[in-house]
């Protein structure tokens, strides 16, 4: 017999959401084999939730066939269904297809009668046609997990239903009524009748969407929801590190670089153990676009072909790279290929606002043109800031490439004042740097400067190298010689360190943030090989730079 005293605890534990506690006095419980279906079931769900993959695997596995043993026949393949669902999230497909082979056999030994567990077995069908690209294939069969779902009020079938099919028309290019039914996914999740293994797929579903279909509204206001889930329940694991994901990617565009830059690297450790989570091929990808942005290259390539070995697509991040490396060709080359298999929405919006920034580097502006007008056209036909502000950002690149300086303004000055309203200082500031474009282009050095002057700011304060040696090129036309490369900032900042000027005096000279400072010190001290302020101040000397 289990152990009485256990079982209670961990069945007390299950209903507080103490998922450590639960697996621990259930698996002392069970001792040598003695728990119930139901009590395995428990089990499987602390297992999982706590990061015991081989425990939720084999509390399934006895669960399912005590249940066939005992022919309660469509309870047995509703948990195989999750027994499944596991091995696949572990990248096991042929024995989750094994166990869905199973799952279907019990049901039709019990008759092929309508039930609830039919719906979740179309849920591999519909997530197979979604993947492969056939959104509307997809949407289809999801439309038959709600139907199921509604007419047997069953949650967690509703909740897949939804989810799938919000996915399914976010990916057709539909992205409104997308999003609304990813709304509805994550309203019907809040009730406690839905497993939360069901609620964790959909908070990370959903949020994942939302960064696919461009809705930065809805990826703040359900990230935060998702970090205060999990906060409630501290010893999940599955969900933590993939939340961490999603709130570096907020950070990130909120230009708060350094702390999504410490979520990712925890991110990355919570999701290497257990191994095989497929959210760590994000959090590499991830990585490499802070790391690109920086001026990191080699750092980034290397985060870019972890994401790719993890399963994650490399693009745009890489393609990016490339042309900040100076290799044009090879960045027009990825275009062309990574466009031509992107077919599903919002996989395809995020490679053509990529495609129109290479076309225009490689002096190629018909491609950029065409790129530009099918994300304008998308974002016309869409609502939602975010891809307007990236559409417009594109179409006034190419309209300024195009030699239309006048027409570029009026629409680059809308997508400034677009990133500025949804807090993105980066993207912002890259549309500083092209409006001082068009202001010199129309005769205008003073408004030129004042546009490249700010970009510079904040490009200092984000710690953008590459982007900040674009707008010093145009503030410092001449070319200068600047000893161990470093940039005219750099210069100014060692000639205030060997005048024996502290951080905070620095900063006020040059209007920037003790924080800016600190880091140019650190790339000063870096090109130089030295680790001090008085030998950074000897070089000043010894170069004529006082």
């Known amino acids: 017999m289990p152990d009485t005293q256990q079982l209670r605890i961990g069945r007390d534990a299950i209903t507080t959401r103490a998922w450590t506690q639960a697996y621990e006095a259930l698996s002392a419980a069970d001792g040598d084999g003695e728990l119930g279906a139901d009590d395995l079931d428990r089990l499987a769900i602390a297992a999982y939730l706590t990061g015991h993959d081989d425990a939720y695997e084999h509390a399934l596995d006895r669960a399912v066939r005590l249940l066939l043993d005992g022919e309660d026949l469509r309870r047995a393949a509703r948990t195989a269904f999750w027994l499944a669902l596991g091995l696949f999230r572990l990248g096991e497909p042929a024995r989750a297809g094994g166990w869905l082979s199973r799952a279907h056999r019990a049901l039709a030994e019990d008759g092929d009668r309508p039930c609830a567990e039919q719906g979740l077995l179309l849920v591999p069908a519909g997530l197979q046609r979604l993947f492969s690209g056939d959104g509307e294939g997809a949407a289809e069969v ?7 779902g509604a007419r047997f009020r069953d949650p967690d079938v509703t909740a897949f239903g939804v989810l799938g099919s919000g996915q399914a028309m976010v990916a057709c290019g539909d992205r409104e009524r997308g999003l609304a039914l990813l709304d509805e996914a994550m309203v019907a999740v809040t009730g406690r009748d839905v497993s939360p293994i069901t609620v964790g797929i959909v908070y990370c579903a959903v949020i994942e969407n939302c960064h696919l279909a461009f809705d930065l509204h809805r990826a703040r206001e359900w990230t935060a929801e998702l970090t205060r889930w999990c906060a409630a329940q501290p010893d999940l694991v599955p969900y933590r590190g993939q939340c961490l994901v999603h709130r570096a990617q907020v950070l990130a565009l909120e230009g708060h670089w350094s702390q999504a830059t410490e979520e990712m690297r925890r991110a990355r450790e919570r999701l290497a153990d257990p191994p095989g989570q497929p959210a760590v091929g994000m959090a590499w990808y991830e990585t490499g676009e802070l790391l690109r ?16 070995q993890h399963g994650h697509p490399p693009q745009p991040g890489m393609l990016l790279l490339r042309l900040a490396q100076g290799r044009e060709e090879d960045a027009r080359a990825a275009i062309d290929a990574a466009l031509s298999t992107a077919t599903s929405g919002g996989a395809r919006w995020h490679l053509l606002a990529a495609a129109s920034e290479v076309c225009c580097a490689c002096g190629d502006t018909s491609a950029a043109r065409a790129a530009a007008d099918e994300l304008d056209e998308v974002a016309r036909q869409q609502t939602g800031e975010w891809l307007r502000a990236i559409a417009a950002t594109a179409v006034g690149s190419v309209l300024l490439a195009e030699g239309s300086a006048r027409e570029a303004g009026a629409v680059l000055r809308g997508a400034f004042e677009a990133w500025r309203e949804l807090h993105v200082p980066y993207e912002a500031a890259r549309v ?31 710690g953008a190298l590459d982007e900040l040696a674009r707008v010093e090129a145009r503030l410092s036309p001449e070319p200068r010689s600047r000893p161990s490369g ?9 000639r205030l360190v060997a005048r024996g000027c502290t951080n905070r005096e620095i900063a006020d000279a040059l209007v920037l943030s003790e924080h800016t400072v600190r880091r140019h010190l650190q790339n000063v001290f870096g090109r130089l090989g030295v680790s001090s302020r008085a030998a950074a101040a000897t070089f000043a000397v010894r170069h004529d730079l006082i």
Do not use: I, N
């Not at 999801?142 to 199921?148: A, G, N, S, T, W």
């Not at 470093?486 to 060692?494: A, I, K, M, N, S």
């Open 486 to 494: 470093l940039t005219e900032r750099e210069v100014e900042v060692l």
């Open 293 to 308: 942005r920086q001026g990191r290259h080699g750092e980034a390539e290397d985060c870019y072909r972890r994401a790719s």
């Open 432 to 462: 500083r740097l092209l409006l001082g474009e068009v202001s010199a282009a129309l005769g205008d050095t003073d408004g030129a400067l004042l546009e490249w002057d700010a970009a510079r700011y904040t490009f200092e304060e984000l």
């Open 142 to 148: 999801f439309q038959q997990v709600v139907d199921v």
